[in-house]
């Protein structure tokens, strides 16, 4: 069993940036591939991004690529967001997932484990 805690989130002025970690409890975080989902009000969750195991291949969803920043230290059993010339369409609840799997996924129905979400507003 895998749990995920998500923190970093809050308010942030639109422009700004703000950085999303997600620790992960057990031993095997290098086993997964992990990725970071949203869900804004009224919307369906999406894609956002997505890190491979040991690090050296990245997915990004177009609305987020150039802006936000995905990276993962194994050591500490954690992956970041680091949000970038932020918008307010990136005000949402946002969760990192795990995938036991070899390759990055965009579909969160492929994860396995998921974090209970950190909001992120983004005022205009």
């Not at 956002?48 to 690529?65: L, M, Q």
Request: charged share 25%.
């Amino acid at each position: 069993q895998v749990q995920l805690v998500e923190s970093g989130g809050g308010l942030v002025e639109a422009g700004g940036s703000l950085r999303l970690s997600c620790t992960s409890s057990g031993t095997t975080f290098n086993w997964y591939v992990m990725g970071w989902f949203r869900r804004a009000p009224g919307k369906e969750r999406e894609f956002v991004a997505a890190i491979s195991r040991n690090g050296d291949s990245t997915e990004y969803s177009d609305s987020v690529k150039g802006r936000f920043t995905i990276s993962r230290d194994n050591a500490k059993n954690t992956v970041y967001l680091q949000m970038d010339s932020s918008k307010a369409e990136d005000t949402a609840v946002y969760y990192c997932a795990a995938d036991h799997d070899l390759t990055i996924k965009r579909s969160g129905a492929e994860y396995d484990y998921w974090g209970q979400g950190t909001q992120v507003t983004v005022s205009s």
